[in-house]
């Protein structure tokens, strides 16, 4: 892939990131994702176009408003920088065509979906449920080769992750009174299965939980937090998912010996 081409992807995806930071930050809020325009959520001025440039805005700001100076998080450039490397992730290692213009669109959702997750302990319906739909629509229409699901995979992927794992996290409940995996979480799995098919969810789940048990524990002893205390899973979820996309395939083979 020449570099140019490469660069090019890069700015399309920090500029996107700029709008995950507005879906990030509004979704779980109930405000509009469209309008108004950005502004500072300390004096409430509109921020304008060139401090709003992804990236460079914070870095120039030095992470400070204009008018008040309060402190801009670091998630903004963060959650920008992430975007666009992800696209070029996607883009360098599957190519440049129109399926994987989607996987970059599954790739956004994975990271609102764990920054809002992070923050609130929320996994919202909005971005879930829609991207069911698609990991369907996408599948059913023929659209997706690998790494992406087969209607049929997709379809068992949906009803595994979905139900199977509701069945397992009342299960949990029920055992332990604790409450194990949120039904966000669920819903999450399915719209996994529905783009990754069925075949993505042990991988998705062993690691994502070894993850977030790892970090649970460090986090613990580090901040000597409450056990009580809820600890999202839903960043591990989409992590593991999105790794999965990547090495899954190579690693399930070389688990059962077929590699
Ligand atoms: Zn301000």
Not at 30 to 39: D, E, M, Q, R, Y
Not at 70 to 76: H, K, L
Not at 157 to 168: D, R, T, V, Y
């Amino acid at each position: 892939m020449p570099e140019n081409v490469l660069l090019i992807v890069f700015l399309f995806g920090i500029t996107w990131g700029s709008f995950l930071n507005v879906c990030i930050y509004r979704i779980p809020l109930g405000k509009s994702i469209v309008l108004p325009a950005s502004h500072c959520p300390q004096c409430s001025q509109a921020i304008r176009w060139f401090d709003n440039i992804p990236l460079l805005g914070w870095v120039l700001l030095r992470g400070r408003c204009r008018h008040c100076h309060a402190a801009i998080s670091p998630i903004y450039p963060l959650v920008e920088l992430l975007a666009g490397m992800l696209a070029i992730q996607v883009i360098g290692h599957f190519g440049l065509n129109w399926q994987n213009l989607t996987l970059i669109l599954l790739g956004y959702a994975f990271i609102v979906l764990a920054f809002i997750d992070f923050q609130h302990y929320i996994l919202p319906d909005v971005i879930t449920l829609p991207g069911i739909a698609l990991g369907l629509i996408l599948a059913w229409t023929g659209w997706s080769a690998p790494p992406l699901a087969t209607l049929h995979d997709a379809l068992l992927g949906l009803a595994i992750g979905g139900g199977g794992l509701w069945g397992f996290a009342w299960l949990f409940q029920k055992i332990t009174g604790k409450v194990g995996m949120g039904l966000g979480d669920v819903k999450l799995l399915a719209m996994i299965g529905a783009w990754m098919g069925w075949q993505s969810l042990p991988f998705t789940l062993f690691f994502a939980s070894l993850l977030g048990t790892t970090v649970g524990i460090l986090w613990m002893i580090a901040a000597r937090r409450n056990r009580s205390q809820p600890i999202p899973f839903g960043p591990y979820l989409v992590g593991a998912a999105w790794a999965y996309l990547f090495i899954g395939q190579s690693v399930t083979h070389w688990y059962l010996g077929k590699g």
